[in-house]
């Protein structure tokens, strides 16, 4: 059978068999694995205000 890049292939997947344990164990994992990446969001969001919070400090008048 030879591979012709133009032909369509159609994919039809009709159902997924996970077991209940190993998605489980999937979701607590991505539960821990967020815990991590919202410190690093929570800090780039933070750098980002010191930064532009600086940038337009100039812009701000004090009555």
Request: zero cysteines.
């Amino acid at each position: 059978m030879e591979n012709n890049r133009n032909e369509k292939s159609e994919v039809i997947i009709k159902g997924v068999d996970i077991p209940f344990m190993d998605l489980v164990v999937l979701l607590v994992k991505l539960a821990l694995a967020s815990i991590p990446a919202m410190f690093v969001i929570y800090f780039v969001f933070a750098f980002m205000t010191m930064i532009f919070g600086g940038m337009f400090q100039m812009f701000m008048f004090r009555v």
